[in-house]
């Protein structure tokens, strides 16, 4: 081991953090590790990282400092008490948060002498190491430079800007499209299976519909940049097709609460457009 050896600190220590413990060392980058609960780091000192006492202990040992906890509230719980060990350290903040909260975040690492980095793992679930898997960075472009490559066995890096809160902007973005889409998936293959069907015969052709999405995101990104667009008729259509959705779900006992909702914003979308005598795109409405 050379005097050259690059090392960092991983406070937190849930799935996400042990899965990022586990890719620094496996890209044989030293590691130092702290957590609330001390049986999940000293399953990681099995693996080869080291465990730090106390958070005063685990912030002395590097310049950088990968935080994976809960939300930004618990690097409060956690750096309050060292606070005074965060002069000239990188607190690179990969916990999920609204934005207003990372920037407050930031804030507050910097009033203490550190420098901060806010990031936002768009992984497959925990797996890091998935070809899809990245990370959004944002905060100052010399501060994520300057400790890029130390942070490069977590995945692929996609550095968004200056702004503190950008990261979980784009982050938050993304989980907004990805949550109903979960939903979506379990109706849809909850009602193949109660009208007596077969889910693998069936996912094949969600996977196909897929292919579609691009499609669709570039059409209605160019019409959202516009304030959104639509037609009356659309509108209705959307509607019956949400009644079609709902029907199909409920004849079989599937809860089909995610469709009345879609439902409801074809609905006031309609209503919207009679009373402004134009049409009123879901996106206009949504965007307020
Ligand atoms: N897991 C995923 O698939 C995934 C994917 C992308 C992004 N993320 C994001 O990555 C972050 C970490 O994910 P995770 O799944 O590992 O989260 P997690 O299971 O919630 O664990 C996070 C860590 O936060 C610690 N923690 C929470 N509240 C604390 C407090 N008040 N004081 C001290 N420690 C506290 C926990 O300590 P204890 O062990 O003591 O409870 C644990 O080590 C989250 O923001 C999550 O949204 C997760």
Redesign the pocket.
């Known amino acids: 081991m050379s005097a050259t050896k690059r090392s960092v600190t991983v406070i937190?220590?849930?799935?996400?953090?042990?899965?990022m413990v586990r890719a620094f060392l496996k890209a044989g980058v030293a590691v130092t590790v702290w957590?609330?609960?001390p049986e999940?780091a000293e399953a990681m000192v099995e693996l080869g990282a080291t465990r730090a006492g106390t958070v005063a202990a685990a912030l002395d040992a590097n310049e950088l400092v990968v935080l994976?906890?809960?939300?930004y509230?618990?690097m409060y719980?956690?750096l309050e008490p060292a606070a005074d060990r965060l002069r000239g350290k990188v607190i690179a903040n990969?916990?999920?948060?609204s934005p207003e909260k990372a920037r407050r975040g930031a804030a507050w690492v910097r009033e203490r002498g550190a420098e901060f980095l806010s990031g936002?793992?768009?992984?497959a679930?925990?797996n890091i190491e998935h070809p899809a898997s990245y990370i959004f960075y944002s905060g100052p472009r010399e501060v994520f430079d300057a400790h890029a490559e130390l942070l490069l066995p977590l995945s692929p890096q996609e550095y968004l800007g200056a702004d503190d809160g950008l990261a979980q902007v784009f982050y938050q973005g993304l989980l907004t499209i990805f949550h109903p889409w979960l939903l979506a998936f379990d109706q849809a293959t909850a009602m193949i299976e109660r009208a007596g069907h077969d889910i693998a015969q069936f996912v094949p052709f969600a996977v196909r519909s897929n292919a579609a999405f691009p499609y669709f995101m570039e059409q209605f990104s160019v019409e959202n940049q516009q304030g959104g667009w639509a037609d009356v008729p659309g509108l209705r259509m959307m509607d019956a097709g949400a009644q079609h959705i709902i029907d199909a779900s409920e004849e079989v006992g599937v809860d089909a609460t995610l469709s009345h909702t879609a439902q409801a914003f074809w609905r006031k979308a309609v209503t919207a457009s009679a009373e402004a005598d134009r049409a009123v795109s879901t996106y206009e409405l949504m965007r307020g």
Request: proline share 3%; hydrophobic share 30%; no cysteine.
């Open positions: 937190g220590l849930g799935p996400m953090g042990q899965a957590n609330r609960s999940k994976s906890l809960t939300h509230d618990a719980t956690v990969l916990s999920s948060d936002g793992v768009m992984s679930g925990d």
